[in-house]
């Protein structure tokens, strides 16, 4: 249930409600919006005594709410939530570009990456360090090296690093280096670590799983924003479907679904979504036509050398190309790169 204060309710009203919400045994979600406050209430589907509330003094109405995911949801928080990370916004006007190797290989391949990044225009440099791939026989990444690696970069570049975490006892770790701590497809049900990262001070980049609902994903954010973490960005990265041409299929429709039901940033990965390096420049295009906040986007120096996911790597100049070619679709839907 939501309670919707009135226009010019006082403080003092919307602390009365707030302490007797938390009397009744529940917790109270508290959003200050441009004319209505509304508080939230969370209390594990025990019905409400609404009368009780709507009689207080300052109270508009209630309204109770189906949706299972609470404060993921645009219900409790109808604004954007928007926020800074190291200089630039995620979730505002201004699209955020994400982008860099699949893996941090070396020094030379990931400071290359960087500078290609950062010359083109990209905002946040992405890189593994810890792989979680299909094979035990696949290359697993560089481990802490790999985030001193990244941490370099950032240092020559000023670029903010995104990185995987893929397990609760490497959260402290990672978060020791990256500044925003990525949940991969894989592990978007992987409901300890989700705990873990939902009570570390870092945002969070939530991929969803290749065979996840809408619901099941935002049900995954939610996990997070309810161990206090509320700075959350959702990635649609492609599903898994009979279609073989392509790596995973591209849910477009995912991007203003999202965006309607949630409150929260919105990216693409059309790297992992369509596995393909040809194809990644028009499902980007596509994603930012259709309201995403951004996208990450894979790039490597020498593609054909990388140790993962080089085939749908971009060469650091066909990056540039596509920034470029981003730039008026940006625009035409009242966004800026
Ligand atoms: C990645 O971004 O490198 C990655 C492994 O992606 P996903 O979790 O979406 O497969
Ligand atoms: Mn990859």
Same mark, same amino acid.
């Given at each position: 249930m939501i309670v919707v204060m009135k226009p010019g309710a006082t403080q003092e009203q919307i602390t009365r409600v707030s302490d007797r919400i938390e009397d009744l045994g529940f917790k109270v979600h508290l959003s200050a919006g441009e004319e209505h406050t509304i508080l939230g209430v969370i209390g594990n589907g025990r019905p409400v005594e609404r009368d009780q509330i709507e009689l207080m003094e300052g109270v508009d109405r209630t309204v109770s709410i189906q949706r299972p995911f609470k404060l993921a =949801?645009?219900? $409790?928080? #109808?604004?954007?939530?928007?926020?800074?990370?190291? %200089?630039?916004?995620?979730? +505002?006007?201004? /699209? @955020?570009?994400?982008?860099?190797?699949?893996?941090?290989?070396?020094?030379?391949?990931?400071?290359?990456?960087?500078?290609?990044?950062?010359?083109?225009?990209?905002?946040?440099?992405? =890189?593994?360090? $810890?792989? #979680?791939?299909?094979?035990?026989?696949?290359?697993? %990444?560089?481990?802490?090296? +790999?985030?001193? /690696? @990244?941490?370099?970069?950032?240092?020559?570049?000023?670029?903010?690093?995104?990185?995987?975490?893929?397990?609760?006892?490497?959260?402290?770790?990672?978060?020791?280096y990256a500044d925003i701590l990525q949940i991969g497809?894989?592990?978007?049900?992987?409901?300890?670590?989700?705990?873990?990262?939902?009570?570390?001070?870092?945002?969070?980049?939530?991929?969803?799983?290749?065979?996840?609902?809408?619901?099941?994903?935002?049900?995954?954010?939610?996990?997070?924003?309810?161990?206090?973490?509320?700075r959350v960005i959702l990635c649609e990265r492609g599903i898994r479907t009979f279609e073989k041409y392509t790596r995973n299929t591209l849910d477009i429709s995912a991007v203003p679904l999202l965006k309607q039901l949630s409150h929260l940033p919105v990216i693409v990965d059309p790297s992992h979504a369509t596995g393909k390096w040809e194809l990644v420049g028009p499902v980007a295009r596509a994603a930012i036509a259709a309201g995403a906040d951004g996208l990450i986007i894979e790039v490597h120096p020498q593609p054909e050398e990388a140790l993962s996911d080089g085939i749908q790597s971009l060469k650091p100049e066909r990056f540039a190309a596509l920034m470029d070619e981003l730039r008026p679709i940006a625009s035409a839907v009242g966004r800026t790169l």
């Open positions: =949801g645009r219900d $409790f928080h #109808p604004q954007d939530t928007v926020f800074p990370i190291d %200089g630039v916004t995620i979730g +505002g006007q201004q /699209l @955020l570009v994400m982008a860099g190797p699949c893996a941090v290989e070396t020094h030379d391949q990931l400071l290359a990456a960087a500078a290609a990044v950062k010359g083109a225009g990209g905002h946040v440099l992405r =890189g593994g360090a $810890f792989k #979680p791939r299909t094979s035990p026989y696949s290359f697993q %990444g560089l481990g802490e090296e +790999g985030l001193r /690696l @990244l941490a370099l970069a950032r240092e020559k570049t000023g670029l903010p690093i995104v990185t995987e975490v893929v397990s609760p006892d490497l959260v402290p770790l990672v978060s020791a497809a894989r592990n978007m049900q992987n409901f300890a670590l989700l705990h873990a990262v939902g009570e570390s001070k870092r945002p969070v980049l939530l991929k969803r799983g290749m065979m996840s609902t809408i619901e099941e994903l935002l049900m995954s954010a939610e996990y997070i924003l309810s161990h206090g973490n509320e």
